[in-house]
């Protein structure tokens, strides 16, 4: 039996007093013990300077992989910087095979990438898919062009025991597109175990209660190895008393694989 445990976490890039967040985040993901790491919105200063990536990836002794994504100047305290806002995957042991992918775009919504990441894990080749698809309202069309972009890519990645896909997919857990999505690339979407489904992915910040739904996802595909169990579960959505803050606008969204 091989137990694979995989999170998707949105980091929101410099907003909320990443400083004060920064440190809730790498005390989250720890306890977590999660192999594999799916990021969204991960800031990183240019030309150098804070990658909240690299960050976290050394504190957790992760390998990683970074893609630069949404280059604009931001504020980080007070202060204007020139940054990136993009993707990362970080995973125990050897990442050995990376490429990112440019998804379609809408000048409203700007870059849109997804990354495929390959590793080895134990005894399990294992593919893993991140994104983090328009955030446009009236973009339905959009981000299943999108969807389809990166999961076209995936028959290049070559045959692997698990793949996976994840992010921040801005789309509800009932939506006909996910349906169309499962149907079409083998994917199962991994659920909420009994009494663990949150009425929504995202935490509620300056008091004010999201009512998005549940609008980060992961899904699962198993080629070689048979899934016994998978089952998803909330993380990092507990309020810090001590600094009046979350970790992140967004839940982390955790799946226990149990795999023969």
């Known amino acids: 039996m091989n137990h694979l445990s995989i999170a998707t976490f949105n ?32 800031f990183a200063q240019i030309p150098r300077g804070l990658n909240v990536a690299q960050r976290l990836a050394n504190e957790l002794n992760m390998d990683f992989v ?33 490429e990112t992918v440019s998804l379609p775009e809408d ?6 990438l997804g990354q495929w990441v390959s590793v080895k894990t134990g005894d399990m080749s294992v593919l893993i898919g991140n994104t ?40 509800k857990t009932e939506h006909p597109i996910f349906q169309r999505l499962l149907k079409s690339s083998g994917l199962q979407a991994i659920s909420f175990a009994q009494d663990q489904s949150p009425r929504t992915s995202l935490n509620p910040i300056d008091d004010k209660a999201p009512d998005a739904g ?13 899934i016994v169990t998978a089952h998803a579960r909330p993380a990092l959505h507990t309020l810090d008393g001590r600094k009046g803050l979350y970790p992140s606008d967004h839940m982390a969204i955790v799946a226990d694989l149990e795999l023969r």
């Open 11 to 42: 980091t929101w890039n410099c907003q909320g007093s990443l400083d004060r967040r920064l440190p809730l985040m790498v005390a989250g993901l720890a306890a977590l013990d999660a192999d594999i790491i799916l990021m969204q919105e991960v």
């Open 66 to 98: 970074y893609s630069p994504a949404r280059e604009k100047i931001r504020l980080l305290g007070d202060a204007p910087l020139l940054c990136h806002s993009g993707l990362a995957v970080l995973v125990k042991g050897a990442v050995k095979k990376h």
């Open 107 to 112: 000048a409203r919504d700007g870059e849109r």
């Open 132 to 171: 983090h698809l328009s955030h446009l309202q009236d973009e339905d069309q959009l981000r299943e062009k999108q969807l389809q972009t990166l999961i076209h890519h995936r028959e290049t990645q070559g045959r692997h025991d698990v793949c996976l896909l994840g992010g921040d997919m801005n789309l």
């Open 214 to 226: 549940i609008i980060d996802h992961l899904f699962v595909k198993s080629d070689r190895k048979n």
